[in-house]
């Protein structure tokens, strides 16, 4: 997968590929140009042959904190109408959407901050290994906004579980990866050192099995993770997205 990507670093290693968030300055923010860039991936992948595995990581101090808050007032001063800012909250939900189906195994890697938008990524991910050093959290609701990006409230609740996703929505309160496993939201928890080997301890197996048992699999657990709950689940999320949006750019003119 040659490809010329801004806000992406992919590395095609045959049945293993990697994608870097490659915007290390804003702690990798995801901003349209990211989504345009992981919508092109992900549906690549949608048709390829070759892949088993994808590595989700992010460069440098942080895997993501966050959607780019300051794309949002861009968009409202040029299109008043909201329509780009709702163009915006589908791509996500199209992205995170496109992730959850893929017939391949997904592996976050996480370090730094996971924020928001960036654990919204993450948890679409099918294993999640995490630094011990990790720090997460959900801002939405102390930032006026609902928690509707990319339709990630169904799959959050199922797989950390209601009572806890209620709590920390509503408090906005940040938890250590100790926490997160606990939580389910990492499967494992290690040293930053030892990230990429545990990586590789899932990857490499993996990406030496047979393809079509890993897609039948992958369907199977797909059903059963409620595909369709997801879809209705996120049918107004861009609506809600774009209304909080613009209530609060305004309120801060």
């Not at 549906?43 to 992010?58: C, F, I, N, P, Q």
């Amino acid at each position: 997968m040659l490809m010329d990507f801004k806000a992406l670093k992919v590395t095609d290693e045959g049945p293993i590929l990697r994608v870097q968030l490659n915007r290390p300055e804003t702690g990798n923010a995801i901003d349209g140009q990211m989504l345009s860039e992981l919508l092109v991936v992900l549906r690549a992948l949608e048709d390829d042959k070759t892949v088993r595995v994808m590595v989700l990581s992010g460069a440098g101090d942080h895997f993501c904190q966050g959607g780019d808050r300051t794309e949002f007032p861009a968009l409202l001063e040029n299109d008043s109408s909201g329509s780009a800012l709702r163009s915006l909250a589908d791509k996500a939900q199209r992205v995170c959407a496109t992730l959850s189906q893929l017939k391949l195994v997904t592996i976050a890697r996480l370090h730094g901050d996971v924020i928001g938008a960036g654990l919204g990524l993450a948890v679409f991910c099918d294993l999640r290994v995490g630094a011990d050093t990790c720090r997460f959290r959900m801002p939405e609701v102390g930032l006026g906004v609902p928690p509707a990006w990319g339709g990630v409230l169904p799959r959050l609740a199922e797989e950390a579980g209601q009572a806890w996703v209620r709590r920390l929505l509503l408090t906005a309160e940040p938890f250590d990866a100790s926490r997160a496993e606990q939580l389910s939201i990492l499967h494992e928890v290690v040293p930053a050192d030892d990230l990429d080997t545990w990586v590789a301890r899932w990857a490499n197996p993996i990406s030496r099995r047979d393809l079509t048992t890993i897609q039948i699999t992958k369907s199977m657990l797909n059903a059963r993770a409620g595909a369709t709950q997801l879809a209705v689940a996120s049918y107004f999320d861009e609506e809600l997205l774009t209304a909080a949006i613009a209530r609060r750019a305004l309120q801060r003119r």
